[in-house]
């Protein structure tokens, strides 16, 4: 195929990117696919634990962030998780709900990778991996873009790839850099869906590492119960990746650590067992070790019966509203996504396109809307993608 034989590229053979250039190729358009990883769906292969939960159920637009929160539900209204389950089904790809609406392959993310390449195929894409992408411009409503030592041109261009989260996979901000030149804007970036480190006072934790339990966690005005999980850096675990995404530098993390306790239990628990101590007390819901670095923080030693109610209501009280202050994240390296990204100011929420330069569009985690774990990121690279593959 010569150089003009294209009528858009697709930069980042990722989830976005390969939904992106499957329905316009079966839209009858000639899509290339360029991506400099050697093989597509990297990120793919290695979510979910390698089954890929690759959407959920419950997706609706008040499960992303982004500066502009209405701006993804125009895609995530016109393609939704059942239509990429009719798609799965289609492939006869076997999947169960593992818990939240999150739905999981059976069998390997390797599947999906595969569905995908099947339905590019089924387009006539072009798809070329493992060659650096080099210059890109724009002149005379035509994009040209260096990859390897070669270049090809197109009337239109899609920017799919990614966040720079995890960069030891191929993640780059080169989006962002993309973005700039075209005078788009980009919301500052940051990891997210990511681990929280300790330090000063919260340090003693650590040695928890490895323990997890049902929590509550809240920063700002979100809260999400699920487990937290001690590490040797820090805190981890559904609950801390969730809430990770809304917290700010500075700011608390506070832990419910007995969300589902009813008011007075501690004072009900020495009236049924006054002999106990608060360390037996808590360990009668938490891990033991847990319960000990937890009972030793509020030094209220003895049985329960030498404790005033107001102490039990105290400690009650701080056990529902465990205050940490993490001292940072674990950063990219170990972020699932990317919060922020490129502006959705600057981009049309109907087809993904630029508003300030005709043709160039920018679609999945490159754009700044970024969704709760279980299967919402994806859902968005999907939806994004099919958005702008029906508009090229
Ligand atoms: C460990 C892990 C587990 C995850 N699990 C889940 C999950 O189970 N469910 C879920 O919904 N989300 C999950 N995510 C998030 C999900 O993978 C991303 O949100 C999603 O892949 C974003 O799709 P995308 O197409 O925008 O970007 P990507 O899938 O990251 O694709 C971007 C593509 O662009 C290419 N690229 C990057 N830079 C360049 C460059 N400079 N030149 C050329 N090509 C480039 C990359 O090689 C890549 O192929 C997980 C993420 C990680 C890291």
Known sequence: MSAADYDAIVLGAGAAGMMCAAVAGQRGKRVLLLDHAEAPGKKILISGGGRCNFTNVNTQADRFLSANPHFAKS?????????????????GIAFHEKTLGQLFCDGSAKQIVAMLLEECAKGGVDLRCGQPIGAVTHGDGRFTVRFGDQDFIAPALVIATGGPSIPKMGATGFAYDLARQF????????PALVPLTLGGDDVLFRELSGIAAPVEARAGKAAFREAALFTHKGLSGPAILQISSYWRHGEPVSIDFLPGAPQGWLTDAKRARPRATLRAALGAHLPDRLAETLADRLALPGELAALTDRKLADAEARLARWAFRPNGTEGFAKAEVTIGGIATAGLSSQTMMAKSVQNLYAIGEAVDVTGWLGG???QWAWASGHAAGQAL
């Open 75 to 91: 895609a995530l209204a016109r393609y939704t998780p059942t239509d990429f389950i009719a798609l799965v089904n289609t492939y």
């Open 376 to 378: 919402y990121n994806f």
């Open 183 to 190: 005078g788009l804007k980009v919301v500052e970036p940051r």
